[in-house]
Structure formats: structure tokens, C-alpha cells
């Protein structure tokens, strides 16, 4: 039986390797999804906030801010096409500490040199959108908004088979070999080639890389983000989407307030170093995983440099008290009675040798043309929001060709 052969193989079913698929298929070119997992978007696609990213944060010029200001506006056309879920409700970015100002004007600039749409409000103002939130100034930006990133993921895998892509679950691969003309994918049921190859693996990104044997230069270190869900009562005090100011040491939001698609409010994700790449719980430990997490000179870097706020994060973590203190910041009227556990993600970081977090999207290409692999290997958020418009660019890549938004 011969092997199956495509022009692009794409390891990953989250939404970043299934829009590669979709702007792929749309050239008419073919090509096969392999994912590890019995489902579609099981991961950091399935399991996060659901916010629509405005572009508001990421430096200018860079990846994150670019196709994050355009994957805003086309995951909103995406959702009204196809009858998703979705709502575009603003945001509040409050600065609740003297300290936090500067950073909240240097958000304003980012925002404006990323032609993001933003206001600033004094505490009267941003009472008009969340009457129940405190602090001393915040940022309005109307055009953020929710979703369910799961099932955005699900329709565009509809799409890709559609289209005549073809879509693997259950296949993990655990080797590439490039070869003169194409790319042998080697997964645990039988083969796949590839004249190109494009990685999109998420938390396994970087053993997918050392897998086609490129150094990849980082590694991916998994941060568990741990949502709390409100009361009825707590709800009622949260309109819309609620931002702390973020620390510019990490590439992590904060804890934020969010009133969900689905009308319920949770707070969340804090930052904790995961037991396991997929460590869901603090009952999930792999302790060979966790040993190579520790172990990596990078991550014993961030420690060095960051271990008050890593021990801050795991208080969080085990004491409602201590989580709820970080809302009331913002929302003094959440008591720690109001809070039960609701879900967590895990953010797949990329972390340098030398413990830098990579803050932008980060992308390594072996070789160009037949027997190419693009490796993807740091697209946590606000990578579901950009997805669209990364598929796209992604296809630039491999082939030169500019496809136009859906």
C-alpha cells in the first residue's frame, strides 16, 4: 500500500495548525491534520478565557500586535458567518495602584500605534461601563470581545474536509525526517508525506522540533492558569470583561474578570508552573516531565529572577482568600465565599536558555521549498484570536502566496 502523500502536513489540531490547514486548502492545494488527541482543540484552544484580543498589549510591530488587530475583526466576521457564538462587549483595563499609571499610559501608546481603538476614563467614566469596579484610571476598548474558541476550532475543521482536507486524531507523531523532495511523518498508525510540513503543536511543540532534528532553541514550559468561577451574587457585580494592568516582566495578562458566551462570570487565569505539560491539576504530576522542566537552565533563571512571584501565583493557587484579595483590587465586593473552582488551561511558554520568555510568536523554519518544516513554537494568546490571519501568514512562508481574509 502506498504512503499517503500531501503538499502540507500539518502536525496539531488546535486552532493555529487547523487555520494553516484552512488558508492551505483554500489555494487548492491538499492537505492532512495529524493530531495527537481523540478531539479537535483539547488543549490551549479548548481551555482559556474565550476573549477576542483587541491587539491592545503587544509591541508594535511585531507579530502579536499585527495579526492579533486583524484576527479581531475577522474571528467577529467568522462567528457572524457562521451563526457562532460570540459578542462584542469592550473592555476595562483599570489601574488600581499610583505605580500602575505609567504602564496604563504606555498601554494607551501600544494601543494607538497599533491602531486599536481605546479611551482613557477617569473612575466616574469606567463606573459608566462596570459600576461596581474600583481604581484610579482605566483604558476603554470597545472592539474586545468572547467567544467559544472551541468551536470556532470545530467549524473550521468542518471547513478543511469540506474543502477535501483531511483531518487525523489519535495519531501522534513521533518523528520527521526531511528528505530531498518531501517530508516523512512518521505517527504510531503508518506514515504520511508531506512536501512541506508545518508543526503547530503546542505544548509539545519543541519535542516535535528535537523530533525533525532542529534544535529549537527554547523550550516550552507549562504554566497552569486556574479560573474561579463566581457566585450568582458575585456575578451580578460584572457587566463585561474587567483587565488588571499586566506586569511587563511576563507575558501574562493577569487575573481578569470575564462574563462568559455562556452568561456565567469567572476570574482568573493566575500563572503556576504545571506538574506535567498537560498537568490540568496539581493532581496531575509526570515526574520525568516535571525534572526536565526544573532542570532547564532557562527555567532555573525565571526562578532566580521571579521566585516572589512564583510563590505569590501558588498561594493564589491553593487559598481562595489569597485569589480573592487579587480580585478585590478591582471588584472590592467579591468576598472568598463567592469563589469555587472553575477549570483551568495550560499556557505552552516558550522559555530561552538564558530565561528570556519569548513574548512574540515565534517561528523556525528548516530549509524552504519540497522537504521544508515550519515549526511554531510559541502561539499561547492571543494566538486563538490570531489564528485566521497566522494560518495565512503561515502560508506565506511556505509558498510566497497572499491569500486575502476570509
Same mark, same amino acid.
Given at each position: 500500500?502506498?504512503?499517503?502523500?500531501?503538499?502540507?502536513?500539518?502536525?496539531?489540531?488546535?486552532?493555529?495548525?487547523?487555520?494553516?490547514?484552512?488558508?492551505?486548502?483554500?489555494?487548492?492545494?491538499?492537505?492532512?491534520?495529524?493530531?495527537?488527541?481523540?478531539?479537535?482543540?483539547?488543549?490551549?484552544?479548548?481551555?482559556?478565557?474565550?476573549?477576542?484580543?483587541?491587539?491592545?498589549?503587544?509591541?508594535?510591530?511585531?507579530?502579536?500586535?499585527?495579526?492579533?488587530?486583524?484576527?479581531?475583526?475577522?474571528?467577529?466576521?467568522?462567528?457572524?458567518?457562521?451563526?457562532?457564538?460570540?459578542?462584542?462587549?469592550?473592555?476595562?483595563?483599570?489601574?488600581?495602584?499610583?505605580?500602575?499609571?505609567?504602564?496604563?499610559?504606555?498601554?494607551?501608546?501600544?494601543?494607538?500605534?497599533?491602531?486599536?481603538?481605546?479611551?482613557?476614563?477617569?473612575?466616574?467614566?469606567?463606573?459608566?461601563?462596570?459600576?461596581?469596579?474600583?481604581?484610579?484610571?482605566?483604558?476603554?476598548?470597545?472592539?474586545?470581545?468572547?467567544?467559544?474558541?472551541?468551536?470556532?476550532?470545530?467549524?473550521?475543521?468542518?471547513?478543511?474536509?469540506?474543502?477535501?482536507?483531511?483531518?487525523?486524531?489519535?495519531?501522534?507523531?513521533?518523528?520527521?525526517?526531511?528528505?530531498?523532495?518531501?517530508?516523512?511523518?512518521?505517527? %504510531?498508525?503508518?506514515?504520511? @508525506?508531506? #512536501?512541506?510540513?508545518? =508543526?503547530?503543536?503546542?505544548? $509539545?511543540?519543541?519535542?516535535?522540533? +528535537? *523530533?525533525?532534528?532542529?534544535?529549537?532553541?527554547?523550550?516550552?514550559?507549562?504554566?497552569?492558569?486556574?479560573?474561579?468561577?463566581?457566585?450568582?451574587?458575585?456575578?451580578?457585580?460584572?457587566?463585561?470583561?474587567?483587565?488588571?494592568?499586566?506586569?511587563?516582566?511576563?507575558?501574562?495578562?493577569?487575573?481578569?474578570?470575564?462574563?462568559?458566551?455562556?452568561?456565567?462570570?469567572?476570574?482568573?487565569?493566575?500563572?503556576?508552573?504545571?506538574?506535567?505539560?498537560?498537568?490540568?491539576?496539581?493532581?496531575?504530576?509526570?515526574?520525568?516531565?516535571?525534572?526536565?522542566?526544573?532542570?532547564?537552565?532557562?527555567?532555573?533563571?525565571?526562578?532566580?529572577?521571579?521566585?516572589?512571584?512564583?510563590?505569590? %501565583?501558588?498561594?493564589?493557587? @491553593?487559598? #481562595?482568600?489569597?485569589? =480573592?484579595?487579587?480580585?478585590? $483590587?478591582?471588584?472590592?465586593?467579591? +468576598? *472568598?465565599?463567592?469563589?469555587?473552582?472553575?477549570?483551568?488551561?495550560?499556557?505552552?511558554?516558550?522559555?530561552?536558555?538564558?530565561?528570556?520568555?519569548?513574548?512574540?510568536?515565534?517561528?523556525?523554519?528548516?530549509?524552504?521549498?519540497?522537504?521544508?518544516v515550519l515549526h511554531v513554537l510559541n502561539a499561547p494568546?492571543?494566538?486563538?484570536?490570531?489564528?485566521?490571519?497566522?494560518?495565512?501568514?503561515?502560508?506565506?512562508?511556505?509558498?510566497?502566496?497572499?491569500?486575502?481574509?476570509?
Amino acid at each position: 500500500m502506498s504512503t499517503p502523500s500531501f503538499d502540507v502536513v500539518v502536525v496539531g489540531g488546535g486552532i493555529v495548525g487547523l487555520a494553516t490547514a484552512h488558508a492551505v486548502v483554500r489555494t487548492g492545494r491538499s492537505v492532512a491534520v495529524v493530531e495527537r488527541e481523540p478531539q479537535l482543540a483539547r488543549h490551549q484552544t479548548g481551555n482559556n478565557s474565550n476573549v477576542i484580543h483587541s491587539g491592545l498589549y503587544y509591541a508594535p510591530g511585531g507579530y502579536k500586535a499585527r495579526l492579533a488587530v486583524a484576527g479581531c475583526a475577522e474571528t467577529v466576521a467568522f462567528c457572524r458567518e457562521h451563526d457562532l457564538p460570540h459578542e462584542v462587549t469592550g473592555k476595562l483595563v483599570v489601574a488600581t495602584e499610583p505605580e500602575e499609571l505609567p504602564r496604563l499610559a504606555e498601554l494607551k501608546r501600544r494601543g494607538d500605534a497599533n491602531g486599536v481603538e481605546n479611551h482613557e476614563l477617569d473612575p466616574a467614566g469606567m463606573r459608566k461601563y462596570e459600576p461596581h469596579v474600583r481604581g484610579l484610571a482605566a483604558l476603554y476598548v470597545p472592539s474586545t470581545g468572547i467567544t467559544d474558541y472551541k468551536a470556532i476550532a470545530e467549524k473550521i475543521g468542518e471547513l478543511v474536509t469540506k474543502e477535501g482536507g483531511e483531518i487525523h486524531l489519535n495519531r501522534p507523531v513521533h518523528q520527521i525526517a526531511r528528505r530531498a523532495e518531501d517530508v516523512v511523518v512518521r505517527t %504510531e498508525t503508518g506514515d504520511l @508525506l508531506g #512536501k512541506q510540513v508545518v =508543526v503547530c503543536a503546542g505544548l $509539545r511543540c519543541d519535542e516535535v522540533a +528535537r *523530533a525533525a532534528g532542529v534544535d529549537p532553541g527554547v523550550r516550552i514550559i507549562p504554566f497552569r492558569g486556574e479560573y474561579s468561577g463566581f457566585s450568582d451574587r458575585a456575578a451580578e457585580l460584572v457587566k463585561g470583561l474587567i483587565y488588571p494592568v499586566p506586569d511587563p516582566a511576563f507575558p501574562f495578562l493577569g487575573v481578569h474578570a470575564t462574563r462568559g458566551i455562556d452568561g456565567h462570570v469567572h476570574a482568573g487565569p493566575n500563572a503556576v508552573l504545571a506538574l506535567a505539560r498537560e498537568g490540568y491539576s496539581w493532581g496531575v504530576v509526570k515526574p520525568k516531565e516535571f525534572l526536565q522542566t526544573i532542570t532547564y537552565p532557562g527555567m532555573l533563571k525565571v526562578a532566580q529572577r521571579h521566585w516572589k512571584y512564583g510563590f505569590g %501565583e501558588m498561594y493564589r493557587s @491553593l487559598s #481562595k482568600k489569597a485569589m =480573592v484579595k487579587q480580585i478585590q $483590587r478591582m471588584l472590592p465586593d467579591v +468576598r *472568598a465565599e463567592d469563589l469555587h473552582r472553575a477549570g483551568a488551561g495550560v499556557r505552552a511558554q516558550a522559555v530561552k536558555a538564558d530565561g528570556t520568555l519569548v513574548d512574540d510568536f515565534l517561528f523556525v523554519e528548516q530549509g524552504k521549498g519540497p522537504g521544508s518544516v515550519l515549526h511554531v513554537l510559541n502561539a499561547p494568546s492571543p494566538a486563538a484570536t490570531a489564528a485566521l490571519p497566522i494560518g495565512r501568514e503561515i502560508l506565506e512562508k511556505l509558498t510566497g502566496e497572499k491569500l486575502a481574509p476570509l
